[in-house]
């Protein structure tokens, strides 16, 4: 985690719930739930994470299914750039290190290091613009109704 309290008191057991009806252990099929009061609370993602067989010295794959507006996250094949699971990835992490990580990315973009270069540009220089479509894609794609 990074030294931040509010970010860190924002995260608790009940922001992601792994699918546990799925035998294959090497798919996983999870859902982030980010807290009220965050630009994505009240929204429901799921996420895919693919395990490989040599998991944990290779990093998991992990993907957006869900539509996601988001500087960090490709909008058509909804894949992270988060360095955890990238460059950083360590055998020692664990998946909620990992997820923790997907969190913050929800909590406070890193419009430096986009996959989504016209979000990030969009967040640099419209920030409300860009609020109005994160909100927009949030109640379109990420509702539990």
Request: charged residues 25%.
């Amino acid at each position: 985690m990074i030294n931040d309290p509010d970010i860190n008191n924002c995260f608790g057991v009940d922001y992601w719930d792994p699918d546990a009806t799925n035998p294959d252990v090497f798919h996983w099929q999870i859902t982030l739930i980010p807290p009220i009061g965050t630009d994505y609370g009240g929204g429901f993602y799921k996420i895919e994470a693919r395990f490989f067989k040599d998991y944990p010295i290779s990093a998991p794959q992990l993907k957006f299914v869900t539509r996601i507006y988001h500087c960090n996250v490709a909008e058509n094949s909804g894949h992270i750039c988060v360095n955890s699971i990238k460059d950083a990835w360590k055998p020692s992490l664990t998946m909620e290190d990992v997820l923790n990580h997907i969190m913050i990315l929800l909590y406070k973009q890193n419009p430096g290091s986009p996959m989504n270069g016209r979000a990030a540009d969009l967040y640099r220089e419209y920030k409300n613009k860009f609020l109005e479509k994160v909100k927009e894609y949030k109640d379109k794609y990420a509702n539990i109704n």
